[in-house]
């Protein structure tokens, strides 16, 4: 069974820019939430896939935007970068929708805004 | 709406010290609750979730709906513990919500 996989590891952007953060999931999960997770905070929820559908949002802007395909891995895309979007951005996959009992997470992409 | 209090950001204890770190919901329903811990350059994990009931590396949770807290608990803290600990809050059809965590430190 695989884990979760994300990449890259490291990313500096400059503002402005766009970016593109991948996540494969778990074998057999079919749900992928992504989180970002700014230093010395817990992760914050910015949305969830299940099914290639987006199923549930957090509080962010609709610059970061996502995708899902039919194997389940992810995208995160975030337009228009600023400053405070620096942070470790973790994606998790899980079985089923909404409602998460475990979630797997992967080790993170620490996007760096200059 | 949902949230998830972790007082303390960094806990220190002695080796063979009891531990307990705190975590309060705010959430008016039934939640899941759930430790997830950080190790040193590894990545986040479930620890224990409250309706397993179980202990897990020592560790234990007793959610108290009254006092609307899940806080974690081990009788002799070791060296091993230390780590990054994120308390979080599942309802219904909503994702993950964590606490800000606390940083555990067990002294030798």
């Known amino acids: 069974e695989t884990g979760v996989t994300q990449s890259p590891t490291h990313l500096i952007k400059t503002r402005g820019q766009q970016v593109t953060l991948r996540c494969s999931s778990q074998?057999?999960?079919?749900?992928v939430s992504w989180y970002q997770q700014a230093l010395g905070q817990g992760p914050q929820f910015i949305f969830q896939?299940?099914?290639?559908?987006?199923?549930g949002r957090g509080n962010f802007p609709p610059r970061f935007s996502g995708l899902q395909f039919p194997n389940y891995s992810s995208e995160l895309n975030v337009n228009a970068l600023e400053l405070d979007d620096s942070a470790l951005y973790l994606c998790?996959?899980?079985?089923?929708?909404?409602?998460?009992?475990?979630?797997?997470f992967g080790q993170g992409t620490r996007l760096t805004v200059v | 709406a949902q949230r998830v209090t972790q007082p303390e950001k960094l806990l220190s204890v002695f080796k063979g010290a009891p531990v307990e770190l705190k975590c309060n919901y705010s959430?008016?329903?039934?939640?899941?609750l759930f430790w997830y811990v950080q190790y040193s350059r590894q990545r986040l994990q479930l620890l224990l979730r409250?309706?397993s009931r179980e202990s897990i590396k020592g560790f234990t949770a007793d959610l108290n709906k009254g006092e609307t807290s899940f806080h974690l608990k081990k009788p002799f803290a070791q060296e091993e513990d230390s780590a990054m600990y994120y308390c979080?809050?599942?309802?219904?059809?909503?994702?993950?919500?964590f606490g800000k965590g606390t940083r555990l430190s067990v002294i030798a």
């Open positions: 074998s057999g999960h079919n749900t």
């Open positions: 979080a809050l599942n309802s219904g059809n909503t994702p993950l919500v």
């Open positions: 409250h309706i």
């Open positions: 896939y299940y099914r290639e559908e987006e199923n």
């Open positions: 998790a996959s899980s079985r089923g929708r909404g409602a998460v009992t475990e979630a797997f």
């Open positions: 959430y008016s329903g039934s939640p899941e």
